[in-house]
């Protein structure tokens, strides 16, 4: 059985000297390994390629069986690293609290163990005939969180 610390320093030393950085690595009973990473400037597939051979390389397949898949981390999914977060500064996002709560806004700042949102509404001010937008800063720690993902949209 290939150990996930094993992947986890192979696939780490290797993009020391990228721009690439590891979202996660998971390892089934079986020896499926998947490796998902990413980039601030995106996901080569010729990337993919040489990280697969270099991991394949540091294995013997006469002693270890394996399956080994490595991706990008997808658009659509939660994030999963700080990294993440940082590289979606500006964008918009979707954050899901662990109460149920959802709120989608412009992530605005990354801390250590919280990040901000810049959630945009709309309110009636006393004595006022309009509605105006109001920009209000909410900040979220990590671990209250149950999902954050990329919103997607298309003009």
């Given amino acids: 059985m ?15 000297e990228t721009n690439y950085y590891l979202v996660d690595v998971k390892i089934t009973t079986d ?10 400037e995106g996901v080569s597939i ?15 397949r006469e002693v270890e069986d ?7 981390a997808g658009l659509t999914e939660p994030f999963k690293v700080i990294k993440q977060y940082e590289k979606n500064i500006d964008n918009e996002v979707e954050v899901l609290t662990k109460t149920g709560k959802k709120f989608s806004g412009i992530l605005a700042e990354v801390r ?10 709309t309110e009636k001010p006393e004595g006022s005939k309009r509605k105006v937008t109001v920009i209000e800063s909410v900040t979220f720690k990590y671990e209250e969180i149950k999902h954050t993902k990329y ?3 298309f003009k």
């Fill in 2 to 16: 290939i150990l996930k610390d094993a992947i986890n320093q192979i696939v780490e030393n290797y993009l020391i």
């Fill in 66 to 72: 394996f399956e080994l898949e490595v991706s990008s």
């Fill in 31 to 40: 020896n499926q390994i998947s490796i998902e990473i990413d980039s601030f």
């Fill in 46 to 60: 010729d990337f993919c390629a040489e990280l697969n051979k270099h991991i394949e390389a540091q294995f013997d």
């Fill in 151 to 153: 919103i997607i949209r």
């Fill in 112 to 121: 250590e163990t919280e990040f901000v949102l810049e959630i945009e509404r």
